[in-house]
């Protein structure tokens, strides 16, 4: 898939993410987007060509980084090879952007061998992630788009200075 051709399917899933989610979710969604690329798994294994892992290699470099529409492009359109898949979520609604989760199949494949029956507009899949039961507060039938960020956000490890100043305040 040519990079044209991709940038336009990424541009219409987009569409249909930011349509989708309003549907779901109460948070206003910002015109203003940003990109976090995650591939599917961080372990570079025999059953991935070279170039593939090559691939890995270089999206884990951007792991936690707001990217651009260009820069997502640039960064999953090689050669005319593509993730085999894409699943796309709302991650996060701030008041001034909204911000798009990308986890991306490491196997990378050309226009010709992707799913066009399973999707509109491959390798892009627009899904909506739905809290669990404990995490959901609807209002009005509706749930929080940043669930899912303040969950990741309790899961990460703090820092051995945050641990000491917990542990001091503490003791005091």
């Not at 669930?147 to 990460?156: P, Y």
């Amino acid at each position: 898939m040519d990079k044209l051709k991709f940038k336009q399917h990424f541009e219409n899933s987009l569409e249909q993410l930011v349509d989708l989610t309003k549907q779901y979710c109460y948070n206003d969604l910002v015109e203003d987007l940003g990109f976090i690329i995650e591939p599917s798994g961080t372990d570079i294994h025999n059953d991935l060509d070279d170039f593939e892992k090559k691939n890995v290699t270089t999206l884990l470099q951007f792991k936690d980084k707001l990217l651009t529409v260009n820069q997502v492009v640039a960064l999953l359109s090689l050669d005319g090879k593509v993730p085999l898949w894409i699943n796309m979520t709302v991650y996060e609604s701030r008041s001034d952007l909204t911000v798009i989760h990308l986890l991306c199949s490491r196997r990378l494949r050309m226009d010709n061998q992707l799913f066009y029956n399973a999707v509109k507009f491959p390798p892009f899949n627009v899904l909506v992630a739905m809290p669990p039961d404990p995490l959901r507060q609807n209002i009005q039938g509706k749930f929080d788009v940043n669930w899912k960020k303040r969950f990741d956000n309790k899961q990460k490890p703090k820092s051995l200075w945050t641990k000491l100043k917990r542990l001091w305040a503490r003791t005091s």
